[in-house]
């Protein structure tokens, strides 16, 4: 499995950005799907995590009502629709494939991740 992730950029605090991360192999649509971010010198977070069919999602405390996880099966691509960006909102952004079919927020339920997105918000 290789993920690919994409969209990050600058933004003005206020800004949107969607992010896109591109799945390889035939495991996708029986996995969860998750976005994790990691600002320097902090640790990975969890963000936000979609069920294998899409039916469920789970979010952060910090983006929830900001930001929608959400996938298409058909195109291998699980998307991260990010609104009312804040400062503390830049970092890395990582998306990973989960070795279940179910929501999880923690790290270790993830097997495979993508190379990162910097996602940088301005003031």
């Known amino acids: 499995v290789q993920l690919q992730a994409s969209g990050g950029g600058l933004v003005q605090a206020g800004g949107s950005l969607r992010l896109s991360c591109a799945a390889s192999g035939r495991t996708f649509s029986v996995r969860a799907m998750g976005w994790f971010r990691q600002a320097p010198g902090k640790e990975r977070e969890f963000i936000a995590s979609?069920?294998?069919?899409?039916?469920?999602?789970s979010y952060a405390e910090s983006v929830k009502g900001r930001f929608t996880i959400s996938r298409d099966n058909a195109k291998n691509t699980v998307y991260l629709q990010m609104n009312t960006l804040k400062p503390e909102d830049a970092a890395v952004y990582y998306c990973?494939?989960?070795?279940?079919?179910?929501?999880?927020?923690?790290?270790?339920?993830?097997?495979?991740w993508g190379q990162g997105t910097q996602v940088t918000v301005s003031s």
């Open positions: 979609i069920r294998s069919s899409g039916g469920s999602t």
């Open positions: 990973a494939q989960a070795n279940t079919a179910v929501v999880s927020f923690r790290i270790n339920d993830y097997a495979y």
